[in-house]
């Protein structure tokens, strides 16, 4: 995958930055809760699917509808970041399942832990953020340099 960093999307990527920052402090200092994405979208799935009501849970659906929202907000402002990836749709849905069974394994994501668990001075979310992050330069040095690709 390949993104045009001009200056223009520096400049995105440190308000992006910012904001995650920003949300995260008040989601936690508000509501007590932890911006972990997948805990988020995983929580508000499964009372949809016990049929819970909503009730105090509505953060976790508006906290969605932020994150689908976002973009589009972007959109009025300035055009989307170009990227393109060369893996096929197979490739993509094969590495999705495989995040999703190291946030499962790991207990949180990288906004979770990354983001959230850090600023906690979490000793697991810094032992998962080496484990992830140590684990992507892995694979990016073996695609890159032993396999070819």
């Known amino acids: 995958m390949a993104i045009d960093w001009g200056p223009s999307n520096a400049a995105a990527a440190l308000l992006g930055g910012a904001l995650i920052g920003s949300a995260s402090a008040l989601l936690i200092l508000g509501a007590g809760r932890v911006a972990g994405i997948a805990g988020i979208v995983g929580g508000a799935l499964q009372n949809l699917m016990l049929g819970r009501a909503p009730g105090r849970e509505a ?44 946030v499962r394994m790991g207990n949180g994501c990288t906004s979770g832990h990354g983001v959230c668990g850090l600023s906690r001075l979490s000793l697991r979310s810094l032992v998962n953020v080496l484990a992830f992050m140590g684990a992507g330069a892995a694979t990016v040095f073996v695609l890159r340099h032993v396999v070819g690709a």
């Open 59 to 102: 953060i976790r659906w508006a906290f969605i509808g932020g994150l689908l929202l976002a973009p589009w907000v972007w959109r009025l402002f300035a055009p989307w970041p170009t990227a393109s990836s060369s893996a096929g749709p197979a490739l993509l849905i094969a590495a999705g399942l495989v995040v999703g069974i190291g």
